[in-house]
T-cell receptor, first 114, second 114 residues
């Protein structure tokens, strides 16, 4: 089954403790992206990647890091999480190369930072 | 730059009534437009998309949307609401390149009463 897999689904952590949210897709997509979803603000892009070793900032990149060492994986790293990073996070992928493609989304990771 | 405005953070309808969710866009290039649905505790699922072919686009679950360039709108409709349609709906516009970002509206929560 074609899908984007995120782990974990739920995570509670303490301020300052480094964490990684994993994202993997099995569709050989070139484009991958991370969004955060907050009530009343919709989805805002954190980082995206157009291919292996190519990443760029989205609208709200502060406090986050990403890497794209393999085509299928695009982990999101919070080096020193803070309470304002409490949010619902989504990873998404797209074949890329055309504006006509939509995204395939993962099921989300609900992060709480206390 | 691209942007999307969804009118109404919440829309309430009775079961069997017409569903109308409004979306207006701004784009510096001919737009590609998308509607996504998010059911509780799930990721986003593509409902339908406009990619410059027919202006009336049919999607899954009986939804459709009409692209109106003169009004810069892409409103989502369904003739008869079902309880299972209760969810949050997001309109999105594609950027101006093949690897472009999707910019999302803030979402509209559809509430369906018996």
């Amino acid at each position: 089954e074609a899908q984007v897999t995120q782990n974990p689904r739920y995570l509670i952590t303490v301020t300052g403790k480094k964490l990684t949210v994993t994202c993997s897709q099995n569709m050989n997509h070139e484009y991958m992206s991370w969004y955060r979803q907050d009530p009343g603000l919709g989805l805002r892009q954190i980082y995206y990647s157009m291919n292996v070793e190519v990443t760029d900032k989205g609208d709200v990149p502060e406090g986050y890091k990403v890497s794209r060492k393999e085509k299928r994986n695009f982990p999101l790293i919070l080096e020193s999480p803070s309470p304002n990073q409490t949010s619902l996070y989504f990873c998404a992928s797209s074949p890329g190369g055309s504006r006509a493609y939509g995204y395939t989304f993962g099921s989300g990771t609900r992060l709480t930072v206390v | 730059a691209q942007s999307v405005t969804q009118l109404g953070s919440h829309v309430s309808v009775s079961e069997g009534a017409l569903v109308l969710l409004r979306c207006n866009y701004s784009s510096s290039v001919p737009p590609y437009l998308f509607w996504y649905v998010q059911y509780p505790n799930q990721g986003l699922q593509l409902l339908l998309k406009y990619t410059s072919a027919a202006t009336l686009v049919k999607g899954i679950n009986g939804f459709e949307a009409e692209f109106k360039k003169s009004e810069t709108s892409f409103h989502l409709t369904k003739p008869s609401a079902h309880m299972s349609d209760a969810a949050e709906y997001f309109c999105a516009v594609s950027g101006d390149s093949g690897y472009s970002t999707l910019t999302f509206g803030k979402g509209t929560m559809l509430l369906v009463s018996p």
